[in-house]
Antibody, heavy 119, light 113 residues
Framework: QITLKESGPTFVRPTQTLTLTCTFS??????????VGWFRQPPGKALEWLAL???????RYSPSLKSRLTITKDTSKDQVVLTMTNMDPVDTGTYYC???????????WGQGTLVTVSS | DIVMTQSPDSLAVSLGERATINCKSS????????????LAWYQQKPGQPPKLLIY???TRESGVPDRFSGSGSGTDFTLTINSLQAEDVAVYYC?????????FGQGTKLEIK
């Protein structure tokens, strides 16, 4: 059974760096075809893809946010970490991590974690 | 980026009736050599993560009721919900995974009339 769970701060100040951790089970990132991605969803708005990482450290980033994002993995801990620098109130929203097989859609999602950015 | 546009933005349907949601992509999402459309549909209820309903445009995810069906190819796609049930009230998103960045439609809010 594949599960994912996001963790991190619920509140950050503008200009701070956000660090979110996705802890998963039921699969391994040592499998070549498996990837973990990050998404966000502002309140009442649509989903937005942020980043993706595969076993071989193949990393992809949203072009509009690439300068602010870093995605890393710790295979021994079954975790994927996303950092986003220079946070702004418009970055407020629920952040999700999700599982995919390469060339397939995201089939399993975490429950999400709400991050509020405010001074 | 491939822009996904859904219609309508909201929809009210009577219980037991059919709901139809359309999705149009700004570019073709059909991978011709594999004859697969890289298009998925998700259902999202308040306070919950997206739930995968349909992938490859028309393949139902395991456990999804057969009243949900997907169709279309290339740039035009449809999600059909037959015999609407109360538990189908949600926001529905189409999603292309043909290209990076993967993108979503703006969502269609489905309510009971």
């Amino acid at each position: 059974q594949i599960t994912l769970k996001e963790s991190g701060p619920t509140f950050v100040r503008p200009t701070q760096t956000l660090t979110l951790t996705c802890t998963f089970s039921g699969f391994s990132l040592s499998t070549s075809t498996v990837g973990v991605g990050w998404f966000r969803q502002p309140p009442g708005k649509a989903l937005e893809w942020l980043a993706l990482i595969y076993r071989d450290d193949d990393r992809r980033y949203s072009p509009s946010l690439k300068s602010r994002l870093t995605i890393t993995k710790d295979t021994s801990k079954d975790q994927v970490v996303l950092t986003m620098t220079n946070m702004d109130p418009v970055d407020t929203g629920t952040y999700y991590c999700a599982y995919r097989q390469r060339h397939n859609c995201y089939s399993y999602w975490g429950q999400g974690t709400l991050v509020t950015v405010s001074s | 980026d491939i822009v996904m546009t859904q219609s309508p933005d909201s929809l009210a349907v009577s219980l037991g009736e059919r709901a139809t949601i359309n999705c149009k992509s700004s570019q073709n999402v059909l991978y011709s050599s594999k004859n697969k459309n890289y298009l998925a549909w998700y259902q999202q209820k308040p306070g919950q993560p997206p739930k995968l309903l349909i992938y490859w445009a028309s393949t139902r995810e395991s456990g999804v009721p057969d009243r949900f069906s997907g169709s279309g190819s290339g740039t035009d796609f449809t999600l059909t919900i037959n015999s609407l049930q109360a538990e189908d009230v949600a926001v529905y998103y189409c999603h292309q995974y043909y290209d990076t960045p993967p993108t979503f439609g703006q969502g269609t809010k489905l309510e009971i009339k």
